[in-house]
């Protein structure tokens, strides 16, 4: 398994440009959420998805989009990028929710520039 | 969101044992503890979680007070592979359905010292 897989690794934009971040697992993960992550900071949560169909917004979503067509992908919308959406992406997958134990996989991550 | 208070950063010798505390006073009685670890430059990673009673795995223990208001995470062994970010984490209690992700906080940065 290749586990959490994350492109681009490092990306730069100029102002107002817009990218997306692809995010899949092959690990059948139900579960599937988008972290940033600023210099120094801990992990803030984006956007998450439940299932296929199924995305919710977290504690930063301004700025973002997601969508879950399939079980296996979830890509990041950056539209009119802003220098404030400056950081490192973590995208990450999990086979059960919340309500108890479960286990998050991350993928390596991808750190964006706008300039 | 997850309430839970720990020191910004630790210190331990290498080969010595480490306590990593963690208070969560507003606990309630279904959140699971986890903890996640995160190495640099890569993405955080599980190390252990539990709920009322002591879990031991292969990375480290967790030992929970018996009022659940606090826990400690412990490596037994620290080596030069084990400085990172240590995230204690609960479950967001307030969330409006059961799917609730994890919300880390800034975690406690752990140097270890040859």
């Known amino acids: 398994n290749a586990g959490v897989t994350q492109t681009p690794k490092f990306r730069i934009l100029k102002i107002g440009q817009s990218m997306t971040l692809q995010c899949a697992q092959d690990?059948?993960?139900?579960?599937m959420y988008w972290y940033r992550q600023d210099p120094g900071m801990g992990l803030k949560l984006i956007y998450y998805s439940v299932g296929a169909g199924i995305t919710d917004k977290g504690e930063v979503p301004n700025g973002y989009n997601v969508s879950r067509s399939t079980t296996e992908d979830f890509p990041l919308r950056l539209e009119l990028a802003a220098p404030s959406q400056t950081s490192v992406y973590f995208c990450?997958?999990?086979?059960?929710?919340?309500?108890?134990?479960?286990?998050?996989?991350f993928g390596e991550g991808s750190r964006l520039t706008v300039l | 969101d997850a309430k839970t208070t720990q020191p910004n950063s630790m210190e331990s010798n290498e080969e010595e044992p480490v306590h990593l505390p963690c208070n969560h006073s507003t606990i309630s009685g279904t959140d699971y503890i986890h903890w996640y670890r995160q190495l640099p430059s890569q993405g955080p990673e599980y190390v252990i979680h539990?709920?009322?009673s002591n879990v031991n795995n292969r990375m480290a223990s967790l030992a929970i007070a018996e009022d659940r208001k606090s826990s400690t995470l412990i490596l037994h062994r620290a080596t030069l592979r084990d400085a990172a970010v240590y995230y204690c984490?609960?479950?967001?209690?307030?969330?409006?359905?059961?799917?609730?992700?994890?919300?880390f906080g800034k975690g406690t940065r752990l140097s270890v010292i040859a």
């Open positions: 690990m059948n993960h139900n579960y």
């Open positions: 539990g709920l009322t």
């Open positions: 990450a997958s999990s086979y059960v929710a919340f309500r108890g134990p479960g286990e998050l996989f």
């Open positions: 984490i609960l479950r967001d209690p307030l969330a409006r359905s059961g799917n609730t992700p994890l919300v």
